[in-house]
């Protein structure tokens, strides 16, 4: 078994393919898989910061549910480890976008074995994100003392993600 293929395969921005036929039962995607990220809430809901440190693509991107649940980790482990249960950490987008992917068969007798690019829709292998320039990826909203334990667990998921990322520091007014 292969597994996954490479990050990049997927990091345009695509609309969603719906596939017209006159059968209703071919026209939409039946099984959706199941998402890897589980909370997008951590730390402390409740109490209000001062400050918010953002994660912010600096380009339109489509990010995998594996790679948001890979940086989401990151961050929580490093924030829990340094400040306890002072911050409030949130993942901003949801991933709903279906990748789909028609496997083909090669060796000998493939041909006898497969439509082509017949009936291609293909079966969907994950879900994604899709994110548009300036677009916040992760929140963590912590007090004036902590700004920069923040940014560096930031920091620590940007190489998980594909794509450039930056970090924009917002001062929360009331």
Known sequence: M???RKGHSYTNVKRAYTRKSKFKTKG????IPQSKLVRYDMGDPKKTFPYRVDLVSKQPIQIRHNSLESGRLVVS???GIALGNNYFFKVRVYPH?????????TGAGADRMQTGMQ???????????QLKTGQPLFSVH???SAVQTAKEA?????PRMPGNFGIKIVKITQ
Request: hydrophobic share 45%; no cysteine.
């Open 77 to 79: 482990r490093k924030l």
């Open 28 to 31: 939409y995607i039946k099984a």
């Open 142 to 144: 912590v007090e004036e």
């Open 119 to 129: 009936r291609a829709f293909g079966r969907p292998v994950g879900i994604s994100a």
């Open 154 to 158: 930031l920091h620590r998921a940007m």
């Open 97 to 105: 976008h279906v990748l789909r992917e028609n496997k083909m068969i």
């Open 2 to 4: 292969a597994g996954l």
